[in-house]
């Protein structure tokens, strides 16, 4: 694959939705702040999706990768609602939404 | 259409009560104070039990490939609507819920229950992780239930976080699996992994893993095993009771609905063999060996028994998984009979601790002194329930792992993992006996030796998990079968 | 009669009794106390009523009750009783009956404790009947919770310490038993787990292997261990006794009398029920072990007695040392070894019960069992002036246990040493087994000194003689134990026939 | 005649349960109950031996099984040995039996008679009794019994009234711990005695007495080893151990002296007349097994030898009446025990008889002497001679027999025996050291017992008061002393002199030869094979020396005591170490009790249990917590984490060290449990794709 016609072979978005993968991943585990690990977790959400649609595109004609990816995108709309709750709800108990502070439960 | 609709009949009744209670609790707002809400999830559950019970003999795939009926599932709607019913009934009488949030409680448990129930009719790996992830959030906010509380509040953030992260690993790897095979239905996936006659790229064995990460957070099972104890302690004590029993009933269901279809074919007998080049009993056997042990040591040193009961519940699932390293019809209805043990004796024993966290404000051993002596029928039928847990016979979970141990040395094979689950056991004995040295062993302090008398409603619930813990523990077979022909239909 | 189920009655009248027990109105010690009584009371003549009817000829089983259980395992309901298990039935029963005088002194938790009580010796008797060995084993494991409340709320100092150790240790020992039982059932061919019919075939266990960590194993000799190390908890065999001192002196007095009298036979009788028939092989193979264990178990029991300051400790490590005798006399394969051993049993039962009430006697009157106070100071002494009927039982307990001829552990000791010296293998081992007679004279007679003879301790100068409860609890003991002393054939002749059969199956193999 | 054997030994059982259960309540503390018992015993024991004066042999035998085990008697070449055992225990009466049976039960009554004055007014007056009675019984039985291992019990039974007896007066500790050695030391003796008749089991396959008599004449087991050794000498000694345990032989004579703590009837009857002659009588009933093993003879003589002499030596310088005589009943034993091992079997027996007459009259003379005076020093005693004179008649007699002087029954007896022994001597050139020694022994003998007798006896009063006090005891304690001096004469055992040549003709009362040679035959003892010459050349000279060396001992007696011609102080200071040596009894006291038991085995006892409870224990159960506790410490190091106690409850394993481990791991930061799941995770899946 050559680097110029980025988009019209599969291993480009591959590409893209690992990088993204990564990167989800590695912000959940080193942010200190907890929205910045919903962050994280949308990217993963979002990567995943990117990969849905790819293979729908290139490998079957079938879109239910595209329909998956719909419901992916659903999914994550709410987990985001209930999760800025819970945070919201962790600042107003703590004044600060550092994760680390959510160690009273321990050992 | 309507064929499938009808296959969906327990669904749809309990979500028509659901939406029900939704109207009823919006306009009549009186309705909220008293015990309705809790009592109309008692009934709904009865209902989509009653509904189940009519919908059975329908076998075969509807709603084009998404969900399945087998006798397994109407098993695991059983069990769900049963964990369902004892877990309001519970509430009735627990302090930690107040009286103004029952609705919004009784309206989480039953969708929650919905969403189970989706799991393990999922035959599309779509309709699987719309299950997974209905239970997972209504299950964030069942955590954090109590506002007030931080450690609620920290228990949901837990969840939250590990939850998220697990399900989204888990629909990466739908998404691989979907590239390599072309397919997201069940059945498609193991035709297309047969074609492929056993050589497989890392990249498939990449996708597995991601997807047991999705199915392990559920059922805690070991590497995802770490929010259990902080979710179980921080969240009110009628939650972790459900969370103890549901949703890990559904991730075992989902796992071996999964498991069955698609990565396996159905041999002649009923007998279960892996596709080519996915070698599943030694890592089943590894991840249950190492659940069982992380479960069971870290549960010695505890002092806080709810931490300790969750502790205990990761060394079940432990127990479970060895039934998946043997994947015989006589494997899968043991683990199913065991399911059925373990319910019972986990509610039981989680509602006591309730009762004793109302009572003492706290779940500490400490706060256990002398209940034996105070409440004579909730001492004896906490014992039943510890004993049944350690496996000590009489009880019904020594047949449990009477039957799982069974099952792995007729296979003639992992007898080491035999050895390591019955050890295992002596161990769990050690710390099941500290709740019970507190409770009977030590008296009481003398400022608080008062007669605790519980209500009746309370006694009649507690004897009603105790007596089917021994009768199982006695006169097994009727369930045993009845398991089979669960497995076999 | 015959068509009653005499063995189900006997079982199952003690658990009747609990549940009717629990049923009385709090606060009514006294009422709760007579109808355990009944409730014993009732198996013992049931047991005499067997001890006359029981046919003395025939090795085969008698009083078989046998009911399908569970189909998909073909688990029966199998309870019948031969020579072997005949005396121990007879031993619980009468030891329960006793032991219910015995702890007529509890105050707490009246019933509760006769609860526990008649819960145990339904475990007890089931598991000296049953045949099948799921059944035997649900009685065996059953056992263990009144036994762990038992010892944890009504026992003495640390008793919390001691029931947890008492409760891991045999369970321990009975999970392996659990795997063992289920690798028998499977490796079976009709799959059963009928005893009698896995020693019929018992060469289906020959020349088999197993893979366990990586190695093979031979089947038989795995299995042999795997029950052996259940049962050796149980005796207790040398390095698995340690929870036995702890258990005993924190026991209640009642309860230490039927661990010491009954429970500790358990382990020896599972060896002879299933280790011997259905593994002779294996059984062959390990004898020289088993005897050397034996010898460690006596000479061992007795050092360790002789060091002890505490009355119940001591008695405690005799029982290690006397059970020492009954391993030997069962490794020994001869007649007059295998019948003393199992006479052992019986003798010891009712010796140690005996000293053990005796234990029991003084520690309800001074409150405190040391022969030598820890700090060095004089516990009892001189009390055989004081209470002479105490001193005179305590002499026949001693005595008997120290086998005096004329009391009934002679005969044991002696059958023990007549047939292990027969054989010429186990010549040296009997020379070397005799120095325990040696020591237990030594320890048993240094105490008596101690305790009875000597000048009056002056702290015990108001210590009463015993009651009619008390003696009424030690005089069947005493006629058994001089009775059988002088002509033991009343019990022997229960065992013969079986043990031959056992041994000649040993012997064809 | 056997069933009037059985009522022999049950009429003293019954005494002993009646006395025990009801004795106090009965009038005189029931001690008419157990006198009666014996004496009824003793009318049965003489017609059994009359028929024996009459006939010259009585022989009948009685036998019931006691213990029967089925067992398959098929030849099975396997090493199980399951052939069926029965057990048969039962009544022999021989020649051995009748004259046993009629001295035991004649020393029994006469002594129960005796003590009935000597107790009267005793705390624990019917227990007693009951002791005496269940001895007397436990006796008899032994005498009586067909086989060894009910020989076995009675033997032990004895041991048992022996400790009871001794420890009579248990407020006093001495009294407690001479019991506990008694017992003890006779027990050590006893367990190789068990060891013996198993031995016998294996060999003869029963322990009954006449099986093995016809196993040894048709030469049974002379093949067969045990552990290495031939079989019968094997048996021979530890047959031989049990008798030393039991006749407080060299090296296990030190309970003996020790005993003289029980009251003195107690020393009469079991000390002196009947126990400690069980030893001897062991040897006699299994003389066959002890020729046929040749080895063990010797070893018998030479303990017998050293016994007489160390014993009589010890004697010398004792102080006390009782002691004296405990120590010459040792050396007479030993006397005895020489004469088994020379081979002089009839001898040997004749002065078991003799010697329970006259040594049961001096101890209970001593005991008359010691009711009067109230002392046991003889330095308090003196010039009694006046005002006790039955008793001093009657002592007097006795000492005559039993120094040996002829016409008295000790004569008799000790002279053949000294003769068989220079006849062996003569025969085994090396051996001729142990004739020598009973010379001196014999000598010795006479010595301290005239020093006894003209201490107390003679010489003025040494301490007034005493003196003053003392009186002649009643007829109760007399009459039994004025019969047992009467039986102290030869007459009764062979002719009025006691010398063979002399008498030979006159009287025709050789009763007690005639019926040891009959038992001899029937049992096939060959005893002393020395030519014929060889033997009568030996007893003429053994006749001569043994009253050179009595006249000697005498003499030299008189002029030290009576005439305090020679100083006997100034020869102690000469030999003052020998002294010494002699007053601690060559140390052997103090060897058993400061070096093994206190040195040796008491710290290992001490130190087994130490093992038991901190090593055994710790291995399975509380040692990992230590293993924990080290562990951590070093883990804590370089984590900062603050560790909160480790709760080891009770038993800490290996598993509450893993559980703490894994607890670390539960920081309560979510985002580090992720971090460890991803590294899981990552193992997870190579081990997958490997």
């Not at chain 1, 239910?64 to 709750?85: C, N, P, R, W, Y």
């Not at chain 2, 045993?480 to 239909?489: D, F, G, K, N, V």
């Not at chain 4, 010890?314 to 040792?330: E, P, R």
């Amino acid at each position: 694959m050559n680097l110029l016609d980025f988009s019209n072979s599969i291993e480009g978005y591959l590409l893209v939705s690992s990088i993204l993968l990564t990167l989800g991943i590695f912000s959940v585990l080193t942010r200190k702040n907890a929205i910045g690990i919903l962050l994280g977790v949308e990217l993963i959400l979002n990567a995943a999706g990117i990969n849905f649609v790819a293979f729908s595109k290139f490998h079957s004609a079938a879109i239910d990768g595209q329909m998956v990816t719909l419901f992916i995108i659903l999914i994550a709309a709410a987990e985001a609602a209930v999760a800025l709750a819970i945070i919201l709800r962790f600042y107003r108990l703590k004044q600060t939404i550092d994760a680390d502070e959510a160690s009273l439960l321990r050992n | 259409m309507l064929v499938s609709l009808k296959a969906f009949a327990p669904e749809l009744t309990l979500v028509g009560f659901l939406s029900l209670l939704f109207l009823l609790d919006g306009f009549v707002p009186k309705l909220r104070e008293n015990r309705f809400p809790l009592i109309w999830v008692i009934v709904s559950c009865f209902a989509a039990g009653v509904a189940t019970a009519v919908g059975k003999g329908l076998s075969g795939d509807f709603f084009s490939g998404l969900v399945t009926e087998t006798g397994l599932v109407a098993f695991f709607r059983y069990f769900f609507f049963f964990a369902c019913g004892v877990t309001a009934y519970v509430t009735l009488g627990s302090k930690e819920i107040e009286e103004r949030g029952r609705s919004e409680f009784s309206l989480l448990i039953l969708c929650m229950t919905f969403g189970m129930s989706l799991m393990v009719l999922a035959n599309h790996f779509l309709m699987l992780y719309i299950g997974i992830e209905t239970v997972s959030i209504i299950s964030f906010v069942l955590a954090g239930f109590n506002r007030e509380s931080s450690r609620s509040n920290e228990a949901s953030f837990k969840y939250l976080v590990y939850g998220a992260v697990s399900s989204g690993l888990m629909i990466y790897g739908i998404s691989l699996v979907y590239g390599y095979t072309g397919a997201l239905s069940y059945p498609a996936i193991a035709e297309a992994l047969i074609k492929n006659n056993g050589t497989h790229p890392f990249v498939f064995y990449l996708a597995l893993v991601m997807i047991y990460a999705g199915f392990a957070y559920k059922i805690s099972s070991f590497p995802f095993h770490f929010w259990t104890p902080d979710v179980y302690e921080g969240s009110p004590t009628p939650v972790a009771t459900f969370f103890s029993v549901g949703p890990k009933a559904a991730g075992f269901g989902a796992l071996l609905h999964f498991v069955l279809t698609a990565l396996s074919q159905k041999q002649e007998g009923g007998v279960f063999t892996p596709i080519a080049g996915i070698q599943l009993a030694p890592v089943m056997a590894l991840i249950s060996a190492a659940t069982m042990v992380v479960g069971n040591l870290s549960a010695i040193a505890q002092t806080n028994v709810k931490r300790m009961l969750a502790f205990s519940s990761i060394a079940h699932v432990g127990y479970v998984l060895m039934g998946f390293v043997v994947m015989t019809p006589a494997a899968f209805s043991s683990i199913i009979f065991y399911l059925i043990a373990y319910c019972a004796m986990n509610l039981g024993a989680f509602w006591i601790v309730g009762i004793v966290t109302d009572e003492k404000k706290g779940s500490e051993l400490s706060d256990f002194k002398g209940m034996g002596w105070r409440t004579p029928v909730m001492g004896v039928c906490m014992a039943i329930f510890l004993f049944s847990l350690t496996g000590i016979p009489l009880f019904s979970g020594f047949i449990g792992k009477f039957l799982i141990f069974g099952n792995l040395i007729q296979s003639q094979s992992y007898l080491w993992l035999a050895l390591l689950g019955v050890l295992n056991s002596v161990v769990s004995l050690y710390y099941y006996t500290k709740i019970l040295r507190a409770m009977w062993l030590e008296k009481p302090e003398s400022s608080d030796s008062a007669e605790l008398r519980l209500p009746l409603s309370q006694l009649v619930g507690l004897l009603g998990l105790a007596l089917p813990t021994v009768i199982l523990g006695l006169f097994f077979s009727p369930v045993l079968e009845m398991a089979q022909r669960w497995i076999t239909q | 009669m015959a068509q009653l189920p005499i063995l189900s009655l006997m079982t199952f009248i003690p658990l009747l009794g609990m549940f009717v027990i629990l049923a009385l109105p709090k606060g009514k010690p006294n009422m709760v106390r007579w109808a355990s009584v009944i409730f014993t009371g009732i198996p013992l003549l049931l047991g005499i009523w067997l001890y006359f009817n029981f046919d003395r000829t025939t090795a085969a089983v008698q009083f078989v009750e046998r009911v399908s259980w569970i189909k998909a395992f073909n688990i029966e309901y199998y309870m019948g009783i031969d020579g072997l298990s005949v005396p121990m039935v007879l031993l619980t029963v009468l030891l329960s009956f006793l032991c219910v005088f015995a702890s007529w002194g509890i105050e707490k938790g009246v019933k509760g404790y006769y609860a526990m009580f008649l819960f145990l010796e339904a475990g007890m008797m089931g598991v000296f009947c049953a045949l099948d060995f799921f059944l035997f084993f649900i009685f065996w494991e059953v056992m263990l919770l009144p036994m762990y409340f038992l010892i944890g709320i009504w026992g003495g100092k640390d008793k919390v310490y001691a029931a947890i150790k008492f409760f891991l240790y045999t369970l321990a020992g009975s999970v392996l038993m659990l795997l063992a039982m289920l690798a028998m059932y499977y490796y079976s061919e009709p799959h059963t787990f009928d005893l009698l019919a896995l020693a019929q075939n018992h060469t289906q266990f020959l020349n088999k292997t197993v893979t366990l960590f990586g190695a093979q194993y031979a089947l038989d000799k795995i299995l042999w261990i795997g029950l052996f190390i259940g049962f050796a908890i149980k005796v207790p065999i040398w390095p698995f006794h340690t929870w036995l001192p702890w258990a005993h002196v924190e026991a209640p007095t009642a309860v230490s009398v039927i661990l010491a009298g009954v429970l500790l036979k358990m382990g020896t009788y599972g060896l002879l029920r299933m280790n011997y028939p259905i593994f002779p092989e294996a059984t062959l193979w390990a004898s020289t072990a088993m005897m050397i264990l034996g010898v460690i178990n006596i000479i061992y029991g007795a050092f360790c007695a002789m060091a002890q300051k505490d009355l119940k400790k001591l008695v405690a490590y005799s029982s290690v040392s006397h059970m020492g005798y009954v391993i030997m006399g069962m490794a020994s394969f001869t007649t007059a070894g295998v019948n003393g051993a199992v006479m052992q049993m019986f003798n010891h039962g009712t010796s140690t019960a005996m000293l053990f009430l005796l234990v029991g006697v003084a520690y309800d009157r001074v409150h405190h069992r040391w022969i030598i106070k820890p700090d060095g100071s004089k516990g009892f002494g001189g009390i055989a002036s004081v209470v002479p009927v105490y001193t005179g039982m305590m002499a026949i307990a001693l005595f008997a246990s120290l086998g005096l001829p004329g009391l009934s552990g002679f005969i044991s000791e002696a059958l023990v040493f007549l047939g292990t010296f027969s054989n010429p293998k186990y010549q040296s081992y009997v020379v070397v087994g005799s120095l325990g007679i040696l020591l237990g004279a030594a320890y048993l007679l240094w105490m008596f000194m101690r305790v009875f003879l000597g000048p009056l301790n002056e702290e015990h100068k108001d210590m009463t003689d015993m009651n009619w409860r008390e003696k009424l609890t030690l005089l069947p003991l005493c006629v058994l134990v001089i009775v059988l002393g002088v002509y033991p054939m009343p019990v022997l002749n229960l065992m013969g026939p079986t043990l031959a059969k056992l041994l000649s199956a040993l012997g064809v193999a | 005649m056997a069933q009037s054997c059985l009522w022999i030994v049950a009429l003293p059982l019954t005494a002993f349960v009646i006395q025990a259960l009801v004795g106090k309540r009965l009038p005189r503390q029931g001690d008419w109950v157990s006198v009666l018992a014996i004496l009824g015993s003793f009318a049965l024991a003489t017609p059994i031996f009359l028929k024996l004066l009459a006939t010259g042999a009585v022989h009948e035998t009685l036998q019931f099984n006691w213990m029967v085990m089925p067992g398959v008697d098929a030849v099975s070449n396997s090493p199980i040995l399951n052939k069926a055992v029965t057990l048969t225990v039962g009544v022999l009466v021989n020649n051995l039996t009748a004259i046993m049976l009629f001295m035991v039960t004649l020393c029994a009554s006469l002594i129960h008679i005796f003590s009935t004055g000597y107790m009267h007014g005793e705390s624990r007056y019917h227990l007693f009794f009951a002791y005496i009675s269940l001895f007397s019984a436990g006796m008899l039985g032994l005498v009586i019994s067909d086989n060894l291992l009910t020989l076995f019990m009675c033997w032990e039974v004895m041991g048992l009234c022996s400790y009871l007896l001794i420890g009579f007066y248990y407020q006093k500790l001495s009294a407690n711990n001479a019991s506990l050695k008694a017992f003890m030391t006779t027990r050590v003796g006893d367990v190789m005695f068990f060891l013996g008749i198993c031995g016998l089991y294996y060999v003869f396959g029963t322990s009954n007495l006449s099986q093995i008599y016809e196993g040894i004449k048709t030469g049974v087991g002379s093949d067969v080893t045990l552990l290495g050794i031939p079989a019968l000498a094997f048996i021979g000694f530890m047959l031989m151990m049990g008798t030393i345990g039991k006749s407080a032989q060299f090296p296990l004579q030190v309970w003996l002296p020790d005993a003289m703590e029980g009251p003195t009837p107690v020393s009469a009857l079991i000390h002196a007349a009947t126990m400690v002659a069980a030893g001897v009588f062991l040897l006699v009933r299994t003389y066959p097994v002890l020729e046929a093993a040749k080895v063990v003879l010797p070893v018998i003589a030479t303990v017998g030898a050293l016994t007489a002499f160390l014993a009589a030596c010890i004697a010398l310088v004792q102080v006390d009446i009782k002691k004296v005589l405990a120590y010459s009943t040792i050396s007479q034993l030993g006397f005895m025990v020489l004469g088994m091992g020379v081979g002089s079997f009839a001898p040997g027996f004749m002065h078991v008889i003799t010697h329970a007459c006259f040594k049961a009259c001096l101890f209970l003379a001593s005991g008359s002497v010691i009711h009067s005076v109230h002392t046991q020093d003889m330095r308090e005693m003196g010039g009694l001679r006046s005002k006790m004179p039955i008793t001093f008649l009657t002592m007097f007699i006795a000492t005559l027999a039993i120094a040996g002087v002829p016409g008295f029954s000790g004569f008799v007896s000790k002279d053949r025996i000294l003769g068989d022994a220079l006849a062996y001597g003569m025969t085994h050139p090396s051996q001729m050291w142990i004739p020598v020694l009973g010379f001196i022994t014999a000598g010795l003998t006479a010595f301290y017992m005239f020093r006894l007798i003209f201490m107390t006896f003679f010489g003025h009063a040494r301490d007034e008061h005493k003196h003053h006090h003392a009186h002649e005891s009643p007829i109760t304690m007399t009459f039994p002393l004025m019969v047992l001096a009467a039986l102290s004469f030869a007459i009764v055992f062979a002719g009025p002199t006691g010398i063979h040549s002399v008498d030979a003709n006159l009287l025709p009362i050789h009763w007690f030869d005639h019926a040891l040679d009959h038992v001899k035959t029937e049992m096939g003892v060959q005893g002393l094979h020395a030519s014929e010459e060889v033997e009568h050349h030996a007893h003429s000279l053994a006749m001569i020396v043994s009253l050179v060396v009595a006249g000697l001992g005498i003499f030299l007696s008189a002029l030290t005591y009576l005439k305090k011609v020679i100083s006997a102080a100034a020869f102690e200071k000469a030999l003052k170490p020998v002294h010494t040596l002699l007053w601690n009894k060559y140390y052997f006291d103090d060897l058993y009790i400061k070096v093994v038991i206190q040195k040796l085995f008491l710290p290992l006892t001490v130190l087994m249990a130490k093992f038991d409870d901190k090593v055994v224990d710790h291995i399975f159960v509380d040692g990992w917590a230590k293993v924990a506790m080290v562990l951590k410490s070093v883990i804590a190091k370089f984590d900062d984490v603050v560790v909160d106690k480790l709760a080891v409850d009770g038993s800490g394993t290996v598993v509450s060290a893993g559980g703490w481990v894994l607890r670390q791991f539960q920081t309560g930061k979510v985002q580090q449990y992720l971090i460890l799941t991803f590294i899981v995770f990552g193992m997870l899946l190579f081990y997958m794709t490997r």
